[in-house]
C-alpha cells in the first residue's frame, strides 16, 4: 500500500508479484478493491498493479478530473514504478482511460482489455439532463454521504447489482467494502468536474490505437454490448468476446472465468511491442 504524489493529488496504488506487468484500473464510485478476488488467479503469474483513480477510494482529487488527467496520472505512476511495458485493464468508466493511454503512450501497451466499457465521449458538452442528475447526486453526497447516495443511485442494490449478487451471493461484503472506501466529498467534485468538462474526441481517434485489443461485454448488459460491438468495429487490432449469462459486473460475478479470459489474452500476447 503506497502513495504517489503527483503535482496536485496522492495517488494510492498497490503491487504485488511478479511477471507481465498487468495494470487494473477500476470503474466509476468503485476503487481498486474491485480487484481483491482475482488476486489468488494472478498471483505468481503477474506483477500486478492496482490504482485508486484520482477521486475514488484513498486518492485525491484536486481542480482537474477526466480521462485526459487520470490517463496522465497512470502514466506518471508507471514511470515511477519504472514500468516500460504492461497489459492495461479498463472497467467500465476506466475503459477511455485505458484507451487514452494507448493513443497517448502507444510504445507502453502490450495488450489492451475493455471491459463492460463506456464509450469515450465524442467531444460534446454534458446535457441539461445530465447536468440535473448530477446535480442531485451531488446533493445526496454533501447532505446525506456515500451510503445514502449509493442506495439511492441503486449501487448498494437494486437492477443493476441483481446479477451480480445473484450469481455470487457472497461478493455483498466485499461490495459494500468497496463503495464505503470512496469520501463523499471527493465523489461529489468528481460530479462537479465532469459536468463542467469539455473532454478531447478520443471517439474519432479509435483508429489509430495499434495495441492488440480484447474487448468483453456481460451477453444482459445490453448497452454496453452496443458500446463493445462499437469499439471493436473502430479499433483495428481487436477482438469481441460476448460473455453468456453475464452483466455488467461480469468479473465479479464469476472472477474465475473472468480470470481464466484474462489469462488467456495475456499468454497470447506475451510481450509483443505494438508496432
Known amino acids: ?22 495494470v487494473l484500473l477500476h470503474g466509476f464510485s468503485l476503487n481498486s478493491l474491485m480487484w481483491e478476488p482475482h488476486r489468488e488467479f494472478f498471483e505468481d503469474r503477474f506483477r500486478v498493479t492496482l490504482i485508486d483513480l484520482r477521486g475514488f477510494g484513498k486518492s485525491g482529487v484536486s481542480d ?19 514500468i516500460e511495458k504492461a497489459t492495461i485493464v479498463g472497467f467500465s468508466m476506466s475503459g477511455p482511460t485505458a484507451m487514452g493511454l494507448a493513443l497517448e503512450h502507444p510504445d507502453l501497451i502490450t495488450g489492451l482489455i475493455l471491459v463492460s466499457s463506456i464509450l469515450p465521449l465524442a467531444g460534446k458538452r454534458t446535457t441539461e439532463a445530465e447536468r440535473k442528475e ?14 445514502a447516495w449509493a442506495k439511492n443511485a ?10 451480480l449478487f445473484e450469481r455470487n451471493p457472497g461478493i455483498k461484503p ?12 471527493n465523489l461529489a467534485k468528481v460530479l462537479k468536474l465532469k459536468m463542467a468538462n469539455k473532454p478531447l474526441n478520443w471517439r ?19 448497452s ?18 460476448i460473455i453468456r449469462d453475464s452483466g455488467h459486473m461480469l468479473s ?15 499468454d497470447e500476447v506475451g510481450q509483443v511491442v505494438p508496432t
Not at 504524489?5 to 498487468?22: A, M
Not at 478530473?65 to 514511470?79: N, P
Not at 466485499?174 to 466529498?185: D, G, Q, T
Not at 460475478?253 to 495475456?266: C, G, Q, R, T, Y
Open 134 to 147: 448530477i446535480a442531485l447526486d451531488m446533493a445526496v453526497l454533501e447532505t446525506e454521504g456515500i451510503e
Open 224 to 241: 454496453f454490448v452496443d458500446a463493445s460491438r462499437n469499439l471493436s468495429r473502430r479499433i483495428p487490432n481487436s477482438e469481441l468476446m
Open 252 to 266: 465479479l460475478e464469476n472472477p474465475k472465468s473472468f480470470a481464466s479470459v484474462l489469462i488467456d489474452f495475456m
Open 174 to 185: 466485499l461490495w459494500e467494502r468497496i463503495i464505503s472506501r470512496n469520501e463523499a466529498e
Open 64 to 82: 482537474r478530473w477526466s480521462h485526459e488527467v487520470m490517463a496522465e496520472d497512470v502514466w506518471q505512476l508507471l514511470k515511477h514504478l519504472k
Open 154 to 163: 441503486g449501487i448498494l442494490d437494486g437492477v443493476v447489482m441483481g446479477p
Open 204 to 222: 474519432s481517434q479509435l483508429g489509430e490505437i495499434k495495441s492488440p485489443t480484447l474487448i468483453v461485454a456481460g451477453e444482459k448488459d445490453s
Open 1 to 22: 500500500m503506497s502513495y504517489l504524489q503527483l503535482s496536485d493529488i496522492k495517488l494510492y496504488y498497490e503491487q504485488y508479484s511478479r511477471g507481465p506487468n498487468l
